[in-house]
């Protein structure tokens, strides 16, 4: 049988593939989107809770990980979470700002899928799906350069666009297709791990934790190689810890740990906008405990089991000055060393993926191979919870669908 031809073929029909087919096509470029799932956008369906948090009002590439930081900065400046509100607007898609800058559709995540999948239709997108990819190889023929072998036949194309994006959530059909083709072309990748993922905590410090499964307080949590702190919720779980706090912090946590197997402890502070030392002094010759004293401020059954775990429960007149410095200390910096993750199953993102160096910060196209991109997570670019992930999905996937 003939291959088909196509000017661009992108691979995945997530967020960042759906977008960069739609430009590709509305260029006028002849574009296959192949995507080897049953329904596409899973993860935009499922995302925000159902609503898909699809940007934030405020970004900059200070909001993402990367082991070239600045790499973002180019594809989020060409096409910003402005220009993708306005074609939320253009769809009539109504939506909030829910807290920090994050944007969520009033009604379905469902609405961003279709307002894409229109998109693909008014570039004249063709599409493979289900469709599985066996193999790919470079060809040199009337100007097309790739040769991809499916269960749907042999397509040719000039420009080969990797859209696979990361490992998270197994079951909604990640799979490391883009690091193996990546590897496969000599692409360097930054080795993937979870991110944005519940941390586990070993037995010995969960254990008075337990009874508080289902806990949520305020914190601000911090972590080396972190550019200020995360004040948010974090959620005591059976198995450690989680929530917005928790799970932005995991990023941070994970990227310390590269090439390093000592990992970092991660510091929360449990009294946020209060210096702990100055709150405890008028308490130092008082017969009051620090489990009631807390309870003035932290939910009443967490702060008899976090002080527990530290052995603080006799009246404060009865400690030593060094263990009021202590308690201050571990109040305003409570150094957690988490014992790992809870995985990729847990996760929403991945960090790491395609090495930005191999890349070029305009096209997202290989420098050393022409005609190939990667878009979306599969790049080793991570952006915080809060519509980060989604806005670098677009922006990379429109700079790209610009060039392919
Ligand atoms: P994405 O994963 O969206 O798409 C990849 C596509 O490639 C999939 O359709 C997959 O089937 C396909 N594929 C994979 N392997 C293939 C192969 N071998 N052959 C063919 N096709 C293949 N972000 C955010 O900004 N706001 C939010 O509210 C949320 N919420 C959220 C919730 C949950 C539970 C998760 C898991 C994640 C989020 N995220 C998020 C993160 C966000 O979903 C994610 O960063 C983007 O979807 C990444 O877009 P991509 O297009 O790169 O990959």
Known sequence: MNAVDYDVIVIGAGAAGMMCAAQAGQRGRKVLLIDHAAKIGERIRISGGGRCNFTNRSISADNFLSHNPHFARSALARYSQFDFIKLVERYGIAYHEKTLGQLFCDDSAQQIIAMLKSECDAGGVAWAQPCAVSSVAPIAEHGLRYQLATDQGEFRCQSLVVASGGLAIPKLGATPFGYKLAEQFSVPIIAPKPALVPLALDPATLAPLLALSGASLNVATRCDGQPGEFKEAMLITHRGLSGPAILQISSYWQMQAYGDAKKQPISIDLLVGVDA???????????????????????????????????????????????????????????????????????????????????????MEVSATPGLYFIGEVVDITGWLGGYNFQWAWSSGWVAGQAA
């Open 277 to 363: 030392a100055d709150w405890l002094a008028p308490h130092r010759h008082s017969k009051a405990t620090l489990p009631n004293l807390l309870a003035e401020r932290l939910p009443k059954r967490f702060a008899q089991a976090w002080c527990e775990l530290h052995g603080w429960l006799k009246p404060l007149a009865e400690h030593a000055q060094k263990d009021l410095q202590a308690m201050s200390l571990a109040l305003n910096n409570w150094s957690l060393s988490p014992s790992g993750t809870l995985g990729y199953a847990k996760a929403e993102v991945t960090l790491g993926g395609v090495d930005t160096r191999a890349l070029s910060s305009k096209t």
